[in-house]
Protein backbone atom coordinates (compact mmCIF):
# COMPACT_ATOMS: atom_id res chain seq x y z
CA UNK A 1 0.00 0.00 0.00
CA UNK A 2 1.44 3.64 -0.97
CA UNK A 3 0.22 7.00 -0.01
CA UNK A 4 1.15 10.15 -1.83
CA UNK A 5 3.96 12.02 -0.45
CA UNK A 6 3.04 16.40 -1.47
CA UNK A 7 5.49 19.16 -1.99
CA UNK A 8 5.08 22.44 -0.97
CA UNK A 9 2.76 22.79 -3.81
CA UNK A 10 0.76 20.09 -3.30
CA UNK A 11 1.63 18.01 -6.04
CA UNK A 12 2.58 14.66 -5.64
CA UNK A 13 6.10 14.64 -5.67
CA UNK A 14 6.56 10.59 -4.57
CA UNK A 15 4.77 7.28 -2.98
CA UNK A 16 5.56 5.97 0.16
CA UNK A 17 5.08 2.88 1.54
CA UNK A 18 2.17 1.86 4.25
CA UNK A 19 1.27 -1.39 6.44
CA UNK A 20 -2.15 -2.46 4.62
CA UNK A 21 -3.38 -3.23 8.36
CA UNK A 22 -3.79 0.45 9.14
CA UNK A 23 -4.35 1.91 5.48
CA UNK A 24 -5.72 -0.66 3.88
CA UNK A 25 -8.63 -2.40 5.58
CA UNK A 26 -12.13 -2.92 4.68
CA UNK A 27 -14.57 -0.28 5.63
CA UNK A 28 -16.47 -1.85 8.40
CA UNK A 29 -19.69 1.09 8.75
CA UNK A 30 -21.37 -0.11 11.54
CA UNK A 31 -18.11 -0.03 13.35
CA UNK A 32 -17.24 3.51 12.41
CA UNK A 33 -20.49 4.28 13.53
CA UNK A 34 -20.21 2.98 16.82
CA UNK A 35 -16.92 4.41 17.72
CA UNK A 36 -18.12 8.05 16.58
CA UNK A 37 -21.20 8.31 18.75
CA UNK A 38 -19.44 6.95 21.30
CA UNK A 39 -16.67 9.40 20.86
CA UNK A 40 -19.72 12.34 20.84
CA UNK A 41 -21.50 10.56 23.71
CA UNK A 42 -18.00 10.67 26.39
CA UNK A 43 -17.74 14.50 25.10
CA UNK A 44 -21.19 15.16 26.45
CA UNK A 45 -21.60 16.86 29.96
CA UNK A 46 -24.79 16.62 32.61
CA UNK A 47 -25.24 20.26 32.79
CA UNK A 48 -29.36 20.15 32.27
CA UNK A 49 -31.78 19.34 35.07
CA UNK A 50 -35.23 18.98 35.98
CA UNK A 51 -37.55 18.84 38.81
CA UNK A 52 -39.69 16.29 39.51
CA UNK A 53 -42.79 16.21 41.61
CA UNK A 54 -41.42 16.73 44.83
CA UNK A 55 -39.07 19.35 44.02
CA UNK A 56 -41.68 21.56 41.96
CA UNK A 57 -43.37 24.46 43.55
CA UNK A 58 -46.87 23.92 44.56
CA UNK A 59 -49.74 24.02 46.62
CA UNK A 60 -50.53 20.67 48.73
CA UNK A 61 -54.44 21.02 48.49
CA UNK A 62 -56.76 19.52 46.77
CA UNK A 63 -57.50 21.50 43.29
CA UNK A 64 -61.22 20.65 43.70
CA UNK A 65 -63.62 18.35 44.70
CA UNK A 66 -63.38 14.86 44.21
CA UNK A 67 -66.47 13.94 43.00
CA UNK A 68 -68.88 16.22 40.89
CA UNK A 69 -66.95 18.41 38.17
CA UNK A 70 -67.00 15.90 35.51
CA UNK A 71 -63.19 15.86 35.75
CA UNK A 72 -60.55 13.63 36.61
CA UNK A 73 -59.48 13.19 39.89
CA UNK A 74 -56.80 14.72 41.53
CA UNK A 75 -55.11 15.49 44.73
CA UNK A 76 -52.62 18.15 44.35
CA UNK A 77 -51.00 20.14 41.24
CA UNK A 78 -47.62 18.67 41.08
CA UNK A 79 -48.82 15.59 39.05
CA UNK A 80 -46.89 15.32 35.94
CA UNK A 81 -50.13 15.08 34.31
CA UNK A 82 -50.57 18.50 35.29
CA UNK A 83 -49.48 22.13 33.54
CA UNK A 84 -45.91 23.01 35.93
CA UNK A 85 -46.31 19.55 37.39
CA UNK A 86 -42.99 17.49 37.74
CA UNK A 87 -41.40 15.21 35.36
CA UNK A 88 -41.65 11.38 35.78
CA UNK A 89 -38.39 10.53 35.13
CA UNK A 90 -36.27 14.10 35.12
CA UNK A 91 -32.98 14.59 33.72
CA UNK A 92 -30.73 14.72 36.44
CA UNK A 93 -26.81 17.15 36.43
CA UNK A 94 -24.87 13.77 37.51
CA UNK A 95 -26.31 11.84 34.12
CA UNK A 96 -23.71 9.82 32.54
CA UNK A 97 -23.53 9.57 28.98
CA UNK A 98 -19.93 7.46 28.54
CA UNK A 99 -19.78 4.69 26.57
CA UNK A 100 -17.27 1.89 26.76
CA UNK A 101 -15.53 1.23 23.03
CA UNK A 102 -12.62 -1.50 23.71
CA UNK A 103 -9.30 -0.59 22.86
CA UNK A 104 -9.61 -3.06 19.47
CA UNK A 105 -12.89 -1.87 18.56
CA UNK A 106 -11.26 1.67 18.77
CA UNK A 107 -8.06 0.72 16.99
CA UNK A 108 -9.86 -1.49 13.95
CA UNK A 109 -12.86 1.66 13.60
CA UNK A 110 -9.59 3.99 13.41
CA UNK A 111 -7.76 2.36 10.97
CA UNK A 112 -10.88 1.65 8.88
CA UNK A 113 -11.23 5.11 8.81
CA UNK A 114 -7.72 6.08 7.62
CA UNK A 115 -8.44 3.14 4.61
CA UNK A 116 -11.48 4.69 3.38
CA UNK A 117 -9.94 8.40 3.61
CA UNK A 118 -6.78 6.53 1.59
CA UNK A 119 -8.75 4.99 -1.06
CA UNK A 120 -10.99 7.83 -1.83
CA UNK A 121 -7.49 10.32 -1.72
CA UNK A 122 -8.20 12.22 1.03
CA UNK A 123 -5.11 11.29 2.91
CA UNK A 124 -1.83 12.45 2.00
CA UNK A 125 1.46 12.71 3.35
CA UNK A 126 3.89 15.59 3.89
CA UNK A 127 7.76 15.53 4.94
CA UNK A 128 6.90 18.08 7.44
CA UNK A 129 5.11 21.19 8.42
CA UNK A 130 7.43 23.52 10.61
CA UNK A 131 6.88 27.23 10.89
CA UNK A 132 9.76 29.71 11.33
CA UNK A 133 7.29 32.24 13.19
CA UNK A 134 3.69 32.13 14.73
CA UNK A 135 2.11 34.11 11.60
CA UNK A 136 -1.49 33.02 10.33
CA UNK A 137 -0.88 34.26 7.07
CA UNK A 138 2.22 32.16 6.47
CA UNK A 139 0.67 28.95 7.08
CA UNK A 140 -2.40 29.92 5.55
CA UNK A 141 -0.40 30.99 2.32
CA UNK A 142 1.04 27.41 2.46
CA UNK A 143 -2.17 25.98 2.34
CA UNK A 144 -3.58 27.77 -0.25
CA UNK A 145 -0.60 26.91 -2.57
CA UNK A 146 -2.13 23.65 -2.06
CA UNK A 147 -4.72 24.30 -2.35
CA UNK A 148 -6.19 23.32 0.69
CA UNK A 149 -9.65 25.18 2.14
CA UNK A 150 -10.51 22.12 5.04
CA UNK A 151 -7.64 20.04 6.19
CA UNK A 152 -7.02 18.25 9.23
CA UNK A 153 -3.10 18.44 10.04
CA UNK A 154 -1.60 15.39 11.86
CA UNK A 155 1.64 16.27 13.20
CA UNK A 156 4.18 14.31 15.43
CA UNK A 157 4.79 17.70 16.80
CA UNK A 158 2.53 20.40 17.27
CA UNK A 159 4.92 23.47 18.33
CA UNK A 160 4.15 26.85 19.68
CA UNK A 161 4.41 28.13 15.99
CA UNK A 162 2.56 26.00 14.05
CA UNK A 163 -0.33 26.09 16.82
CA UNK A 164 -0.68 29.68 17.09
CA UNK A 165 -0.21 29.76 13.38
CA UNK A 166 -3.09 27.83 12.89
CA UNK A 167 -5.67 28.38 15.94
CA UNK A 168 -7.38 31.50 14.20
CA UNK A 169 -7.98 29.35 10.50
CA UNK A 170 -11.29 28.35 9.62
CA UNK A 171 -11.28 24.76 8.73
CA UNK A 172 -8.31 24.25 10.03
CA UNK A 173 -7.87 21.47 12.70
CA UNK A 174 -3.90 20.85 13.65
CA UNK A 175 -3.18 17.86 16.52
CA UNK A 176 -0.67 15.37 17.78
CA UNK A 177 -1.38 11.83 16.60
CA UNK A 178 -2.54 10.99 20.15
CA UNK A 179 -5.38 13.78 19.85
CA UNK A 180 -6.65 12.31 16.53
CA UNK A 181 -10.51 11.74 16.48
CA UNK A 182 -13.11 9.34 14.87
CA UNK A 183 -15.28 13.13 14.22
CA UNK A 184 -12.59 15.05 12.87
CA UNK A 185 -11.26 12.94 10.22
CA UNK A 186 -14.57 12.35 9.00
CA UNK A 187 -15.83 15.71 8.95
CA UNK A 188 -12.38 17.56 7.33
CA UNK A 189 -12.08 16.84 3.52
CA UNK A 190 -8.09 16.51 3.31
CA UNK A 191 -6.28 14.74 5.98
CA UNK A 192 -2.55 15.71 5.80
CA UNK A 193 0.00 13.66 7.88
CA UNK A 194 3.85 14.19 8.73
CA UNK A 195 6.56 11.35 7.98
CA UNK A 196 7.05 11.60 11.91
CA UNK A 197 3.48 11.51 12.59
CA UNK A 198 2.82 8.40 9.99
CA UNK A 199 5.54 6.17 12.29
CA UNK A 200 2.68 6.77 15.46
CA UNK A 201 -0.17 5.79 13.76
CA UNK A 202 1.25 2.79 12.17
CA UNK A 203 2.24 1.92 16.00
CA UNK A 204 -1.05 2.69 17.85
CA UNK A 205 -3.64 1.50 15.24
CA UNK A 206 -1.42 -1.73 13.18
Request: glycine content about 6%; cysteine-free; charged content about 30%.
Amino acid sequence: MQLELLNEQGQAASKIDVPETVFDRQYNEDLVHQIVVAFRANGRQGTRAQKDREQVKHSTKKPFKQKGTGNARAGMTSSPLWRGGGRVFPNLPEENFTQKINKKMYRAGMASILSQLARDGRLAVVESLKLESPKTKVLADKFKAMNLQSVMVIADEVDENLYLASRNLKNVFVVEPRYADPVSLVHYKKVLVTKGALDKLKEMFA
